[in-house]
């Protein structure tokens, strides 16, 4: 963290009201263009950019502790996602997604300095965000143009403008027969806009490329928890990495899962693969997963890991 960041939240937090940045004026319908994810889940652009750069289960998140903060003080958590339940809203996810936005937007003013600057993000995980490695980024308007980068002019002026309408949110997905696209007022928090269809068949490249962009900021090339990179390579070489390879150790949440002896993908097995009994939490016919569930956060549906299981169930060939 920047040590004039730090400087200026010791100021403002014993009264002081300086160091604050001109945010300018507001555009709320610009701050109110929801964006979606490879899975077709919503959020506004700035709460977005939010999310994939500073949060994205790394740093500025309550699901991260120790290594995986980066240097993020404990407690500075932006986490941007809401409620993904169908139908919904999760309180709890909603509950969390308030605390980000009332910490980020209490800290608007130098969140946004130390992002102008290039401070943040920092390091070799900075570099990698701002260069759009993280699939987890890949979100896209209504119309599939793709969200900015954070280190582009227009990522700078999304942010910026966001910031100064309020910070406002997608808190929870929009009711069934709710219109692509369209957005009403929600229950506490923010707004809530209809889910994007997004169809993944039982293919590596449609998995690949959709199921997992969540777990991209853990197991990317910046950040290799279970010594996992899911994404140098891309798909081809996640595949490698991943099909018929016996589980490694690992620390933190991510438990010792090598003392299993289990693989990580079983061909043709899916019960077997320690990444079904990661992504469910649960091992068929009893017994404990090492670890935590995965992905830390918010967790994958049911629809979705079944259709994991059935690629898995079918051979699982690099298709």
Known sequence: M???????????????VGC????????????????????????????ALVEVSCANGQC????????????????????????????????E?????????????????????TVDDGSMPPGAIGESIVAGAYSGAKFSDALDNPLPKLDSSAGNEMLKNWLACGAPVVEALGDSGQPFGTCVGGDSVGDRCAKKEVQVDASWASIYNSAFVSCFACHGAAGTMGDLDMMTGGKDGAYERMVGIAAMATGGSGGDCSASGSQRIVAG??????????????????????????PIGTPLTQAQIDVIRDWIDAGAENN
């Open 60 to 91: 500025h998140t309550k699901s991260a502790d120790g290594a995986q903060r980066v240097g993020a003080p404990a407690g500075l958590n932006f986490d941007m996602i809401g409620s993904r339940a169908e139908p919904g809203p999760d309180t």
């Open 93 to 113: 996810a909603v509950q969390l997604l308030k605390r980000g936005q009332d910490i980020l937007y209490e800290w608007r003013s130098e969140a946004f300095e």
């Open 2 to 16: 920047r040590a004039s960041f730090v400087l200026c939240l010791g100021v403002i937090s014993v009264g002081a």
């Open 269 to 294: 097995d899916a019960d077997a693969s320690l990444l079904i009994q990661k992504l469910e939490g649960t091992v068929v016919g009893g017994g404990a997963v090492c670890g935590d569930r995965m």
């Open 20 to 47: 604050a940045t001109d945010l300018g004026t507001c555009d709320d319908n610009l701050a109110r263009t929801p964006y979606y994810n490879a899975l077709g889940y919503p959020a506004y652009g700035g709460q």
